[in-house]
């Protein structure tokens, strides 16, 4: 049940907003503070009602609602019990500024329009009608699970996380755990009979603090998306420290995880701090990543509880550091350079040294490891900012053969003219490699001249003696030239393979991200972002003007996304390279809304399919079973009614007989499609409480009166009470116990037993028929499908069906499972009941 997105039900009124008041534990004061909160709207001359509130008899917590308008309740009957709720139509009708609604994951009493009293809320903030609500800690769905586990107390009553984060305040109430148990102690919270119950169980100093901290890092972490969306939406770029968020920079290099371990010991010396692993894919020659190394530093990251990015960026400093701004970072941990003595001397400045001249606000620790200084690799070509190399390129071609000159004039004599050539001839391929084909040319040129006027006789003059001497000097500008012109042409060749491979990287992260479920519109959207470094990413509506257009001025970059939507990103210009990447993110996110929409189509279709399934099925299957009863129980009463026989005492009572077993059974019938009726709409009413199996199991062999085979039970007055409706345990049992007394051999018994294991009981019905094959396990619970029948003639199926659903209404399962020596045995495991009385949480 997803909550919907709030959409102001009539055109021209802005949805309601919504306040909500967080609780770590029953009793805080959440109810009080928001009729607090009510009061003091009230003399700020605001309209508000209370359209509910729950104050459980605390005399404190009554005395708020005077002065404040009380909406009646609606009265709804439950089992021949009336409850009052939240009325919904008089809240529309009343139509007030604020509604106060206690209780938000509250279920409703069947018989209203909506099942959750938070969908009764999300009709309030549609039609412009501002609520404030409570709720505690322990209701919220993604913390379901992690609070049983602390508190042992499982929560039926749940709300999806998205309703409160979309509120547009949460205020904690927030209360000691010491100063809660005084005031429970006091009689402000429980009755005085709950009250020791209470104190020993669920509102003990350890299950009180545990969720007093996940109150608390559950709201620190909603204060920092505001503060995330805050700085995005003004363009602050510099690092707030509100909170230790440490980056880790992988390269796929061996030292990955010495690192990723030392940034987890710098976030873990501050709680709460956040470790990001950020990955550059460079699109400007460097791609010397590892994949599998790169895989499984990811894994170590997660498994530590940090999260794994990769962005795209030509300069890796600037990268890293756009990342660390765009995430609010306060540290970024790198490794020392692996680079050899060699590459040192080519190239003193490295990343590390660039990223710490840039870093401003960000602390960086640059971290030793095994493999510092040993990398064998000469400085690749290429990896200087473009602007660089243009600037540079040139200046080299001129002057790197004025120099070359100066030395070889200081060494006159020791080299022949071949030799002086070839070095010459060097020297324009190193600046080939440099600055491009344009420098090179600039280098021959200058290399020509300068050979011909030093070093050709005659020298210090352009003129050429010697006819070999002129061709030496063509053939070498036409060498210098053309090995230029190759070089270059390779290294952009090269570039453009390490372009394609970066993209292929980048690309394969998002397809990971995409495979391990990560397909929700908004998870994509904030890999978009942060992949390239944007402030903020989004998807808006296409409008005439856009169709297919593409653009990219003032930080401000669109891409179709669809035949509908465009992908909106703010931040900085983006080169011509991450352009194709980002269409192609595009494309992706094109395809998850296509997905996400078919998926809601296909999730509103299935509960109609199920529908006209089962009424298939129960027209297919309905017709032998009604009419056999039918049938047999008009006979009798035809025949009784007859004047033409005079039946004796013993055969009108025979008939009689007859008849009462027909209707019994057409009202076993009967109750048995009610019941799976009101299963599959979710509106079976339960009443659970201690109940002995040993009462219920008889009353369940009731309609069984002479079996045709004998029924055994054992350890049925050994065990405590479980936590059943009884009516409803005595159908599972009365249904599995037929089931197996049909398939038993004659004279072959049925075994009922109990056992306690743990928290819950198990009773098993054994029978020694024909058993069941693996693969028809699930099967025998589908309704109106009897095992290896196809017309459904012997019955309608709907006896195992029935009790499994049952089962699990009352929070209990059944399962199949082969008897030892042949045959079916069906586990009925159920809650065993507790020793003393429950304490309502609320």
């Given at each position: 049940m997803a909550p919907r997105v709030i959409a102001a039900d009539t055109p021209g009124v802005r949805p309601g907003r919504l306040k909500v008041f967080l609780g770590a534990a029953p009793g805080v004061g959440k109810t009080y503070r928001m009729l607090d909160e009510g009061r003091r709207r009230v003399r700020r001359g605001t309209d508000v009602v209370v359209a509910y509130a729950e104050c459980h008899g605390r005399p404190h917590t009554e005395e708020?609602?005077?002065?404040?308008?009380?909406?009646?309740?609606?009265?709804?009957?439950?089992?021949?019990?009336?409850?009052?709720?939240?009325?919904?139509?008089?809240?529309?009708?009343?139509?007030?500024?604020?509604?106060?609604?206690?209780?938000?994951?509250?279920?409703?009493?069947?018989?209203?329009?909506?099942?959750?009293?938070?969908?009764?809320?999300?009709?309030?903030?549609?039609?412009?009608?501002?609520?404030?609500?409570?709720?505690?800690?322990?209701?919220?769905?993604?913390?379901?699970?992690?609070?049983?586990?602390?508190?042992?107390?499982?929560?039926?009553?749940?709300?999806?996380?998205?309703?409160?984060?979309?509120?547009?305040?949460?205020?904690?109430?927030?209360?000691?755990?010491?100063?809660?148990?005084?005031?429970?102690?006091?009689?402000?919270?429980?009755?005085?009979?709950?009250?020791?119950?209470?104190?020993?169980?669920?509102?003990?100093?350890?299950n009180l603090t545990a969720l007093r901290e996940l109150a608390l890092l559950w709201v620190a972490g909603r204060v920092d998306e505001t503060l995330q969306r805050y700085r995005s939406e003004h363009g602050?770029?510099?690092?707030?420290?509100?909170?230790?968020?440490?980056?880790?920079?992988?390269?796929?290099?061996?030292?990955?995880?010495?690192?990723?371990?030392r940034a987890e010991r710098i976030a873990d010396r501050s709680s709460g701090g956040d470790l990001l692993a950020v990955h550059v894919a460079r699109s400007d020659g460097l791609a010397y990543a590892s994949p599998a190394a790169l895989a499984k530093q990811r894994a170590l990251v997660e498994s530590l509880g940090g999260s794994y990015h990769s962005v795209v960026g030509d300069h890796v400093p600037t990268a890293l550091l756009d990342f660390a701004r765009a995430e609010n970072a306060t540290q970024l941990v790198l490794g020392t350079s692996r680079r050899s003595w060699l590459s040192r001397l080519v190239a003193p400045r490295g990343i590390g040294e660039d990223t710490v001249e840039l870093s401003g606000d960000i602390d960086v620790h640059m971290v030793t490891h095994e493999g510092a200084g040993r990398g064998r690799r000469l400085p690749v070509p290429g990896r200087q900012p473009a602007h660089i190399r243009r600037l540079a390129g040139p200046v080299a071609g001129l002057l790197l053969p004025l120099l070359l000159t100066v030395v070889l004039i200081q060494s006159r004599g020791t080299l022949n003219l071949t030799s002086e050539a070839l070095l010459f001839l060097v020297t324009v391929i190193g600046v080939a490699c440099f600055g491009g084909v344009v420098s090179a040319l600039l280098a021959s040129l200058s290399a020509s001249l300068l050979l011909n006027y030093y070093f050709?006789?005659?020298?210090?003059?352009?003129?050429?003696?010697?006819?070999?001497?002129?061709?030496?000097?063509?053939?070498?500008?036409?060498?210098?030239?053309?090995?230029?012109?190759?070089?270059?042409?390779?290294?952009?060749?090269a570039r453009r393979a390490a372009s394609a491979t970066a993209e292929a990287e980048t690309l394969s992260s998002l397809a990971g991200n995409i495979l391990r479920g990560d397909q929700a519109v908004p998870i994509l959207l904030e890999r978009t972002r942060e992949t390239f470094g944007m402030e903020s990413a989004e998807l808006v509506p296409r409008t005439d003007q856009e169709a297919g257009a593409e653009g990219d001025g003032d930080g401000l970059v669109k891409v179709p996304a669809g035949p509908d939507r465009m992908l909106v990103l703010r931040g900085r210009r983006l080169p011509a390279s991450e352009h194709r990447v980002l269409t192609a993110f595009a494309a992706h996110l094109a395809a998850a809304l296509d997905h996400a929409r078919l998926t809601e189509a296909a999730a509103e279709v299935e509960p109609v399919k199920a529908a006209d399934r089962m009424r298939t099925a129960l027209l297919a299957a309905v017709s032998h079973d009604l009419r056999t009863p039918l049938a047999s129980g008009r006979a009798a009463v035809s025949s009784l009614r007859s004047t033409d026989v005079d039946f004796s005492t013993a055969e009108r009572d025979e008939l009689l007989a007859t008849a009462e077993d027909a209707l019994i059974e057409l009202n076993r019938l009967v109750d048995n499609l009610l019941d799976m009726s009101r299963l599959r709409a979710g509106a079976l009413t339960l009443h659970l409480q201690p109940t002995a199996v040993a009462d219920v199991l008889p009353l369940a062999l009731a309609p069984l009166a002479t079996p045709p085979v004998p029924i055994e039970t054992r350890g049925l007055t050994e065990i405590g009470d479980v936590l059943a409706?009884?009516?409803?345990?005595?159908?599972?049992?009365?249904?599995?116990?037929?089931?197996?007394?049909?398939?038993?051999?004659?004279?072959?018994?049925?075994?009922?037993?109990?056992?306690?294991?743990?928290?819950?009981?198990?009773?098993?019905v054994v029978d020694r028929g024909p058993g069941l094959r693996p693969e028809d396990r699930d099967r025998i619970f589908v309704p109106f499908q009897r095992l290896g029948d196809s017309d459904n003639t012997s019955g309608l199926g709907l006896g195992l069906a029935l009790s499994r659903g049952l089962a699990e209404a009352m929070g209990g399962t059944l399962t199949p499972e082969d008897t030892p020596g042949g045959g079916l045995t069906m586990v009925l495991s159920l809650r065993a009941a507790p020793t003393e009385e429950p304490v309502e949480l609320r």
């Open positions: 708020m609602l005077e002065g404040l308008e009380v909406l009646p309740r609606a009265h709804r009957s439950y089992r021949g019990t009336s409850f009052g709720e939240l009325d919904l139509d008089a809240v529309l009708t009343r139509r007030p500024a604020v509604a106060l609604v206690d209780e938000l994951p509250h279920t409703n009493v069947p018989g209203g329009r909506n099942a959750k009293r938070w969908q009764d809320i999300e009709e309030l903030l549609g039609a412009g009608i501002d609520v404030v609500t409570t709720v505690n800690i322990q209701h919220l769905e993604s913390l379901n699970d992690v609070v049983e586990k602390i508190t042992g107390v499982p929560q039926r009553e749940t709300v999806p996380d998205e309703v409160v984060r979309r509120a547009h305040q949460i205020e904690l109430v927030d209360m000691p755990a010491e100063a809660l148990r005084r005031r429970m102690a006091h009689g402000n919270v429980y009755q005085p009979e709950k009250v020791d119950a209470a104190l020993a169980h669920y509102f003990r100093i350890g602050i770029g510099t690092v707030w420290e509100t909170r230790e968020r440490v980056v880790v920079a992988l390269t796929g290099g061996p030292e990955g995880e010495t690192l990723i371990r050709i006789p005659p020298s210090g003059q352009f003129t050429i003696t010697e006819p070999n001497n002129a061709l030496a000097l063509a053939v070498f500008a036409l060498v210098a030239v053309t090995v230029a012109a190759i070089v270059d042409r390779s290294l952009r060749l409706d009884p009516p409803l345990l005595e159908r599972v049992l009365a249904n599995l116990v037929t089931n197996a007394v049909r398939h038993s051999p004659a004279r072959q018994r049925v075994l009922v037993t109990a056992s306690a294991l743990g928290t819950r009981i198990e009773l098993r």
